[in-house]
């Protein structure tokens, strides 16, 4: 008897253990449900990511980087020749800036001098050494712009990118959470009632 009583509450100690294990929800199979957690977790502590926060085609984009070492490589590649940029350009940009600024300055201050024949002179002068300037920068000032118009370039290709790569994950998503008309419907059903029931009070 002992024996019986003994395995009947093993069994029923068993059997409440396996009905309070926590139920672990299901793994969802696209990148836009993990987005949140994931940005939130291990890539939000990237601070090379933390700038593209807030924006749900990045996060998504992100999700995706997280597990494919190619697209981390072009992500680090494009973010590196982005920095360059800047880096290459830099010193020719502050000598022909500079430049520039003498030549206004000058043509500003030779606007005092109050000797016409002077002033005439010394504004040929100004202008002949900035129009030999210019030309001799010429091919510099070019590749200075078309390096530009490539980092805008480069910049644009990679949203287009990034939102092409991401458009099956929202399409995925849609799939995964179909919306039906069947819970809207019953709750019109309920404020109707409700709205009738008030028209009937009196």
């Known amino acids: 008897m002992k024996k019986i009583l003994f395995a009947s509450i093993l069994a029923l100690s068993l059997f409440s253990c396996s009905e309070n294990k926590p139920q672990h929800a299901p793994v969802v199979e696209n990148a836009v449900d993990n987005a949140e957690s994931s940005v ?25 980087i997280k597990n494919d070492k190619t697209l981390q490589d072009l992500d680090l590649r494009i973010e590196n020749i982005q920095k360059e940029t800047e880096t290459s350009i830099s010193e020719y940009d502050d000598v022909i800036q500079k430049s520039e600024t003498y030549y206004n300055d000058a043509t500003v201050l030779s606007g005092s001098i109050t000797d016409s024949i002077t002033k005439k002179q010394i504004e040929k002068e100004i202008k002949a050494s900035a129009e030999k300037y210019d030309v001799k920068t010429q091919t510099i000032r070019d590749l200075i712009a078309k390096i530009k118009a490539n980092r805008t370039t480069l910049h644009d290709q990679y949203l287009v990118f990034k939102i092409r790569k991401t458009l099956p994950e929202i399409e995925k998503y849609q799939k995964a959470h179909p919306l039906k008309t069947d819970s809207l419907n019953q709750f019109i059903s309920k404020q109707n009632k409700l709205l009738q029931e008030l028209k009937n009070l009196k």
């Open 40 to 64: 939130s977790g291990a890539i939000k502590k990237n601070t090379r990511y933390s700038s593209r926060e807030g924006n749900l085609v990045q996060e998504i984009y992100l999700e995706l």
